[in-house]
Every structure is written in structure tokens, then in C-alpha cells.
């Protein structure tokens, strides 16, 4: 393959994933993506719906859940002259700190919001993670088939509470039971919505022009003419479109639309194609990779265990960064140097795992792993460099560990400590005591994790409450300033499960008053690998 046809093969990439507050729609409108994508013919078999919601399950479910998050963890289709990857981002109660790593390894997001109840809690966290790299922001409005609050505030809550200025791509036309469908401001034309055709690629009536009468015909008078208001309004209130805004990711597109009754999906995605950038350059240490570069490099951002119940192997997800992969190509794994042979690299198509012939930047693939790769791992071609900005999240939960066999304490350590390099949870030895705590994201972390020290480690643990609200790493430059802060705050340290420093606050008032005593050192929220 010519530079150029490689060149061309990475400018076609696309790769976003999406945040959203659970049932915002994120697993409705990711099926509605893939049948514009023409991956499924109908929408509606992305994952086993039934098994999404539960709360509590024993292992084997936990399992079987996760193989089928699994394989919809990566889906990759054409759309317009793109390629899209879109990554998902676990949710509900496997939300975890792969949903924030994950948001690392993209290069646009994908934002959906509950049009009926705005910007919610989970939605704003996720946007705190997307502005580490300045992504770049697509804004979806969904559930417009039901009753919605006004959307010029949904724009000003997004602009207030996200701090992002909108711009509106199309504006609604009525909403719930009058839903008609919306104007599309950049192509002067209203599209009309039908129910009853959300599990098919509708035939959709569009009228041109603003001022065309049909249009008064089709939504009646009194819509149209709202419309014709509301629209003077938002030309005058909000902003336009601004391509190097969108990139630096201080203005989003907005689009409004059903997931559920499949429409305004497709305007989304042809906004987001159109816009949204193609492989970026990554940082590492030593300097900036770009995606057309010759030479292969990839990063590791998650790793994912027992996907299969038969097999029970891991595999390493990779952002591809520049080059191509090909089968049984060299790659040097930088941090432990060693050069391996990869022939089985897989990636995910449309739920079946398939082997990988080759892979470009911006692509996604996963490595069987056997315990040595670690999330943050770079792989080159030869080269020693190692990228940046896939840390460590400060996790917001926490739980002591306890044995019930205390003889096992070595075991419970050395499982905890390698369910720590994978991503799954964190874990902190206060200096002071000899307590294990626990750290994630998620609260279904705490189950897995005592799953699998019982089913991997042969260590039977329990977990149970501890009054910890977060944590930090520490650093100082001024060394007696460091000392002096350790002798004080000694009751509050711990070491990581890579030894690293950190500040255990038992509520967030500690904290601040913490930080506020020891102007000079940092209290961290992320680490770097
Ligand atoms: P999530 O992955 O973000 O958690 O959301 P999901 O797509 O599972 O959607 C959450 C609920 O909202 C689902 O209903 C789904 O059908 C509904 N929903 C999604 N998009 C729309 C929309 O455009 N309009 C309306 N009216 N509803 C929408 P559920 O009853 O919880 O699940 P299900 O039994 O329908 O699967």
C-alpha cells in the first residue's frame, strides 16, 4: 500500500464515543447509528437489553453481561465517505474508570441529552474528563417524542453548566404527541417526522424553504409560524457554527431528534462526519506523533478480563496512533522492551470479534494479553517513546477489603494490586494501618473485583464500608515542605498499588482544608502511567 493510500485510509477515520447520563438513550441511538451504518438491517440488537438494567447479579450474569458489552466494546462502519469507529462507554452500573480512559482514546464525543431533563449529573463528569485533550463535542437532544423543556434553555444549560457555546444545526418543531419533525438551519429545509418508524431507515418528506407554504400545510399555521419565531430568535441569541471552535472544543453542535423513533440520528452523523476531525497527533514524552506518520504506534486504554467464560482471556485494547497494523507485524512493547510477533489482533465488527488483517491510526484493536500489558502501554516500531494523557481518575468510591482466611493477606495483595494494572479498581495501603482500601468509579467494580479474587486468586474477600470520600495524589517540589506534610498528615496517607503517594480525605471539607494548609503541594485528581 502506496503512503498516500495510507494517507487516505486514516483521513476516512472517525472515531467518537459518547457521554450520557444512564437512560439518556446512549444504547438507543447506538443502534440506530449502526443501522445507518448499514452493520444490522434492524435496529434493536446491539446488546441483550434485558441484562443491561440489572443491579445486582451473581457472578456468571456479571460475566455474560460484560462478554456482550464486550463485543459491542468497538464497532467500526462506513458512513457517507467515512469509516467510523465508535467506542463504547460503559454505563449503567459497569460504569467505570474504563469509561473515563476510554474518552482518552478518542478524537470527538458525542453528546446525548435527556431533552425532557437536561444537562444531569453524570453527563457533566464526563465532560470534565473530554476537556483534559479539548475533544471536540457533537450535541444530540433526544426523546423529542416526548414532552421537552423549552430548547433555547437547554442550550443556555448547556452553555452555563458545560461552559460551551451552541450552536443549534437544526431546531425542533413542536414536541410529544406534536412532534412534527425539524428545521435544518444549514440546508434551509424541514424534515418531517413520521412515528411508527424507528427500527427502519424512514423515507423522509422534506419541504424547502422557510418561508414555503407547504410548510404551513404540513405542521399547521400556528407551529409554523413558532417555528418562524423561534428561529429569528435563535439567529439573533446564538451562535453559528464555527469549525476551529468546534475543534478546540469551545462551541458544539446541537441536533434534535428521537433515538427511539430514529430520526435526526442520520443529520447527527452527517454533521459529525462532515466536522469532527480525523486521527489527531498524540503526545508521548519524547514528542509528537502524528497519525500519518510511516511507522506504527498504538497505546493501550483498557483491558478487559473474562470476556469469553470458555477462554478467560484478556485483551488489551489499542488506539492505534499513526501507521498501519498488519498481521504478524513487529511491534516493540516499549516498557518492559521487548519486540513480540502479533498475528492475532482482533477487532470488533458489528458484535463479532474477527481477526484483524489490518488496522490504521484511529483504529481500535485488541491484543490477547497474558498479564503483561498494562493499561498506558505504548507500542512502536523500534522507537523508545511513551505517550501521555492516559492517567490514573481519582476514584470516587471506596470500601475496605477484608479476608476472611487472614493467612491469605500475600495473595490478597498481589490480586488486588494486578486487578489495579488493569484498570478495574485502585487500591491504597494507608501507612498507617493495615487496612486495604479500594477504589472505582463504579460501584459494580467492588462485586467484580471480590469475583474474581475468589475465582482467579483463590482469596475469599469481603468488602465493607469505610469512611473515605476521595482521594488524591501528592506531590511537592520543596522537599522539608513534603516532609513536614507527611509527618502531619500521616493518618491520611496511603501508597497506590504503584506506590504512589496519595491523600485519603474522609469528606471533601478535609480536603480543601488540606490543600488550603499546604499551599505547596499538589493534590492531584489524575496520574499518569
Ligand atoms: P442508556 O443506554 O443511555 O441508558 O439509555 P437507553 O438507550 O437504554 O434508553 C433508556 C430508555 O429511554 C429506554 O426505555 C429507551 O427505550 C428510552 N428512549 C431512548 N430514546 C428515546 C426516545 O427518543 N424517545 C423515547 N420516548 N424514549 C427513548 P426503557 O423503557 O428504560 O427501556 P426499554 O424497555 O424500552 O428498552
Known sequence: ???????TEIGKRRTFAIISHPDAGKTTITEKVLLHGHKIQQAGTVKGRGSSHHAKSDWMEMEKERGISVTTSVMQFPYNECLVNLLDTPGHEDFSEDTYRTLTAVDSCLMVIDAAKGVEDRTRKLMEVTRLRDTPIVTFMNKLDRDIRDPMELLDEVESELNMMCAPISWPIGCGKSFKGVYHLHRDETILYQTGHGHTIQEVRIIKGIDNPELDDAVGSDLAA??????????GASNEF?????????????????ALGNFGVDHMLDGLTEWAPAPQPREADVRTIEASEEKFSGFVFKIQANMDPKHRDRIAFMRVVSGKYTQGMKM????????VSISDAVTFMAGDRERAEEAFAGDIIGLHNHGTIQIGDTFTQNEDLKFTGIPNFAPEMFRRIRLKDPLKQKQLLKGLVQLSEEGAVQVFRPLDSNDLIVGAVGVLQFEVVVARLKSEYNVEAIYEPINVATARWVYCNDAKKMDEFQRKCSTNLALDGGDNLTYIAPTMVNLSLSMERYPDVEFAKTREH
Not at 413558532?226 to 439567529?235: G, H, M
Open 1 to 7: 500500500m502506496s503512503n498516500s493510500a495510507i494517507a
Open 226 to 235: 413558532q417555528l418562524r419565531d423561534e428561529l429569528e430568535l435563535v439567529q
Open 242 to 258: 464555527d469549525l476551529e471552535l468546534f475543534l478546540s472544543g469551545e462551541l458544539t453542535p446541537v441536533f434534535f431528534g428521537t
Open 332 to 339: 516493540k512493547h516499549v516498557r518492559i522492551g521487548k519486540t
